[in-house]
């Protein structure tokens, strides 16, 4: 149980375009997902959470205008990158939590970007 | 700010050994502690969580928690090949989201 989907898993786009990312639980709704960045060889580090229906909270230091968050139903989150540039590839991972009385994170599968 | 240590490795051990993992975390508060498996260039997957004390046992992996000295531990017997990764612990100070650890390489040699 707990499948977390995420499409592209592998994106490649010019600089200066917007590249959207999905994020979807299968078998579970999640009323909680998060989104991690990971750089070769470093450690996971959260973007910001997404609750179902209201506004994301980001990490300090995570531009809310640079990468839009919407979760929009319980098994949908989606992280927009606009006006990508080369620093913005990395690994993206997105994780869900299954339900309110749980704080266990699922991960996806984790989607590539690379900018040109 | 709360944290979670681990030693970054590698660690390694042969075949069939016991691979021991450690972790240590800052947060008295800390009510959950997780274990994940990053295979590299794949993303984390869930291999344990442990809430009390003591030791969890599942097939051949082991979590220990000692609140106590805030340490968290995860034991994998009869270590193969394929346990090669990096395992990430990860603590819940009761909050939703969960504070990693960097990680600690293991290498486990046939």
């Known amino acids: 149980g707990a499948v977390v989907s995420q499409h592209p898993s592998r994106v490649i786009c010019k600089s200066g375009t917007s590249v959207k990312i999905e994020c979807r639980s299968l078998d579970f709704q999640a009323t909680t997902m998060f989104w991690y960045r990971q750089f070769p060889k470093q450690s996971l580090m959260l973007m910001a959470t997404?609750?179902?229906?209201?506004?994301?909270?980001?990490e300090q230091g995570v531009e809310k205008d640079k990468f839009l968050i919407n979760h929009a139903s319980l098994t949908l989150s989606t992280l927009t990158v606009t006006s990508a540039h080369p620093e913005d590839s990395s690994f993206y991972i997105c994780s869900a939590k299954a339900g309110e009385g749980t704080d266990t994170q699922y991960f996806g599968p984790g989607t590539r970007l690379t900018v040109l | 700010q709360k944290e979670v240590e681990q030693n970054s490795g590698p660690l390694s051990v042969p075949e069939g050994a016991i691979a021991s993992l450690n972790c240590t975390y800052s947060d008295r508060g800390s009510q959950s502690f997780f274990w994940y498996r990053q295979y590299s260039g794949k993303s984390p997957e869930l291999i344990m969580f442990?809430?009390?004390?003591g030791d969890k046992e599942d097939g051949r992996f082991t979590a220990q928690l000692n609140k106590a000295s805030q340490y968290v531990s995860l034991l994998i017997r009869d270590s193969q090949p394929s346990d090669s990764a990096t395992y990430l612990c990860a603590v819940n100070s009761g909050y939703s989201t969960l504070t990693f650890g960097k990680g600690t390489m293991l290498l486990v040699s046939p």
């Open positions: 442990i809430y009390s004390n």
């Open positions: 997404s609750n179902e229906g209201s506004k994301a909270t980001y």
